[in-house]
């Protein structure tokens, strides 16, 4: 986790929300002008993140639209669009959404911006992606434990499309997948608290409080072995 070997990082809606959320938004620019790290988003990450909530308006996202527009123009959020990503981006979505069937209906587990996250991951060869949603980072990694988490918060039994499964894990099975919090611990591990001098790791441990509390799906637990890791 300590090593980021692949200066690319494909980046879904939620991850960027939690940041600037938290006011967390300056170890982007950290990253990317201190490790040169390419943060890279697919055009509808920038319409879930940054145009439409400024263009209807949406309260609880407007600060967080406006911190990832700012980081657009500074050139620290890098925007693609490839063609070729479309076709299989519809491919991964009718794929993951046709999954797991409830009382004989298919769940919908991914939108839009996460079927381009992916599908452009699949075209620029990227293997790193900053996901903090829970459901896509359990399809990617260990799709039956989500399917075993779906039947326990429903609590009815959950049908799966095994061909489907096998299909979606040729294309993604093998990306990284890095959320939010594990990037406040790289960032800690690269010096960037280090401004706090004296209270570098009580900031630290600030941080990985505000993130979980502004969407990133980190436990307590989880925290406390982040915060034991560490120096």
Known sequence: MSNLKKKDILCDTGAFISLTSSCLSEILY??????????????????????????????????????????LNDGVITRLEKEKAIPEAETIMKLANNLFYMHGKPITLIQRGESETLALALELEVKNLLIDERTTRMLIEAPFRLKEHLEEEFRVNVMVNRHNIAELSKRIGDMNVIRSSELITIAYEYGFFDRYQGIEKTAFEAALYKIKFSGCSISFDEINECLNQVK
């Open 30 to 71: 950290f990253f990317v002008e201190k490790h040169n790290v390419r943060f890279i988003i697919p055009p509808a990450v920038e319409d879930e993140a940054v145009l439409y909530p400024i263009g209807q308006g949406i309260k609880k996202y407007l600060f967080s639209a406006i911190k990832i527009k700012d980081a």
